[in-house]
Nanobody
Framework: QVQLVESGGGLVQAGDSLRLSCAAS????????MGWFRQAPGKEREFVAA????????AYADSVKGRFSISRDNAKNTVYLQMNSLKPEDTAVYYC??????????????????WGQGTQVTVSS
């Protein structure tokens, strides 16, 4: 079992930066691939970024490539999402997710077993 708790969301202006954190419980965090997803009102949950269990592989949605960066600290059981040059269209609830996995990245939300409660990110124009 893994419990995930996101933090770091908030209200910012376009062009600003935010760093989201996702703290995981348990002693086997390094066995889990991690992902960030988001869901805007009236839209389906969409992939944002993913990182493999070792941190050696990452993947990004085209809409955030070059602006967002995912990283992890296995010693702290935490995964991060650094978001720069935020746009109003980035407004959503952001969720982190975990999957017990080999050292690959996954963009399909259905492949993740554990989810956090989400943190709201609102970007004003």
């Amino acid at each position: 079992q893994v419990q995930l708790v996101e933090s770091g969301g908030g209200l910012v202006q376009a062009g600003d930066s935010l760093r989201l954190s996702c703290a995981a419980s348990g002693r086997t965090f390094s066995s889990y691939g991690m992902g960030w997803f988001r869901q805007a009102p009236g839209k389906e949950r969409e992939f944002v970024a993913a990182i493999s269990r070792s941190g050696g592989r990452t993947a990004y949605a085209d809409s955030v490539k070059g602006r967002f960066s995912i990283s992890r600290d296995n010693a702290k059981n935490t995964v991060y999402l650094q978001m720069n040059s935020l746009k109003p269209e980035d407004t959503a609830v952001y969720y982190c997710a975990a999957r017990y996995d080999v050292d690959l990245v996954r963009s399909n939300p259905q492949l993740y077993n554990y989810w956090g409660q989400g943190t709201q990110v609102t970007v004003s124009s």
